[in-house]
C-alpha cells in the first residue's frame, strides 16, 4: 500500500515539474554533446599537430644548419612578423603578390562575411580607421540583414512550403501532416542537392587544391555561418576571372543562406517538432492566461468606450446650429 502511494506520489510530483525534468535532460546531453565533440576532436587532430610540429622542427634545424650566419633568434623574428602579416592576409610568397585583399570584389566578399557573422578570417582590417568602421558597420548591420533575410524568407516560405502543403491536402485529401513531412524531406534534399553537392563538384574544378570533401566542406561551413577560414575561394595564384569569382561566391553565399533558413522554417513548422520542442519550454499558469485575458478585455472595454465617447463628440460638434435654451427659459418665453 506504502509503496503504491510512494510510486504514484513520485509520478505526479514528475508530471507536475515535466518541462523542468526535460530541460534539465537537455542541459545534461548538450554538456555531454560538447565533451564528446571535445574527446573525438582531441584524439583525431592531436597526432596530426604533433607530426607537424616535428617536421616543422627538423625543417628549422637542417634551415639554421645549411646557412650557419643567421642566427635562431633572427629567424624566429623574421618568422614572427611573416606570421603576424599572414593573419592579416598578407603574405610574403612571391606567387601571391598578384592577389589584393582590399580592392573593390575583395571588400564586398568580405562585406557579405561580416552581414552574413560567417567571418572567414583570412582578411582583417589593418588600419584603425578600418576597425573601427567594422564596429559600426557591423552593429548596424548584422540586425539590418537578420531583418532582411527574415522578410525574404517568410515571403519564400508562403509559395515554397505553405501553398503546396495546403494544395495537396485540400485537393488530393492527403494527410497535412504526412504532407508535410514528405514536402520537408524533397525540400531538403533539393537543398542540398543545389547548395552543396552540385556547388562542390564546380569548387573541386574551379580550386586546384580542393578534392570533392574539401569544396562539400567548405559549403557547410560556409552556409552554417561557422567560418572557419582554412578554405576560402579565388585566393589562388593566378586566378582566372578572381573578380567575377569572387562577386558568383558572394551571390551564392547570399542565396544559400536563404535557402537553409527557409529549409529550417519548414522543418521548424512541422507538428512533431513543434511538440518536441514544447517539452523544454516554460508552461504559463492558468491564472496568469486569465488576467492577461482579463487586463486585454478591459483595455479593449475602454477603448471602445472611448472611442465611442470621441464619435459622438464628433457628431454633435458637426450637426447643425441648434439654440441651446433650456426647457425651463422656452416654457417660461412661452408663457409671456
Known sequence: MLQSLAGSSCVRLVEQHRSAWCFALLVLGYLLYLVFGAVVFSSVELPYEDLLRQ?????????????????????EQFLMRVLEASNYG????????????????SSLFFASTVLSTTGYGHTV???????????IYSVIGIPFTLLFLTAVVQRIIVYVTRRPVLYFH??????????????????????VSCFFLIPAAIFSVLEDDWNFLESFYFCFISLSTIGLGDYVPGEGYNQKFRELYK????????????????????????????????????KKDKEEDQVH????????????????????????????FVNSQSPTSNDSSLNN
Open 90 to 105: 598578407v603574405s610574403v610568397l612571391s606567387n601571391a603578390s598578384g592577389n589584393w585583399n582590399w580592392d573593390f570584389t
Open 293 to 320: 485575458i482579463m487586463e486585454h478585455d478591459q483595455l479593449s472595454f475602454s477603448s471602445i468606450s472611448d472611442q465611442a465617447a470621441s464619435m459622438k463628440d464628433d457628431q454633435k460638434a458637426n450637426e447643425p
Open 247 to 282: 562577386i558568383g561566391i558572394t551571390c551564392y553565399l547570399l542565396m544559400g543562406l536563404i535557402a537553409m533558413l527557409v529549409v529550417l522554417e519548414t522543418f521548424c513548422e512541422l507538428h512533431e517538432l513543434k511538440k518536441f520542442r514544447k517539452l523544454f519550454y516554460v
Open 55 to 75: 617536421e616543422l622542427g627538423k625543417l628549422k634545424q637542417h634551415f639554421l644548419e645549411e646557412h650557419s650566419c643567421l642566427s635562431e633568434q633572427q629567424l
Open 125 to 135: 582590417p589593418l588600419s584603425d580607421g578600418g576597425k573601427a568602421f567594422c564596429v
Open 170 to 191: 485540400i485537393r488530393w485529401g492527403f494527410s497535412k501532416q504526412v504532407v508535410a513531412i514528405i514536402h520537408a524531406l524533397v525540400l531538403g534534399f533539393i537543398t
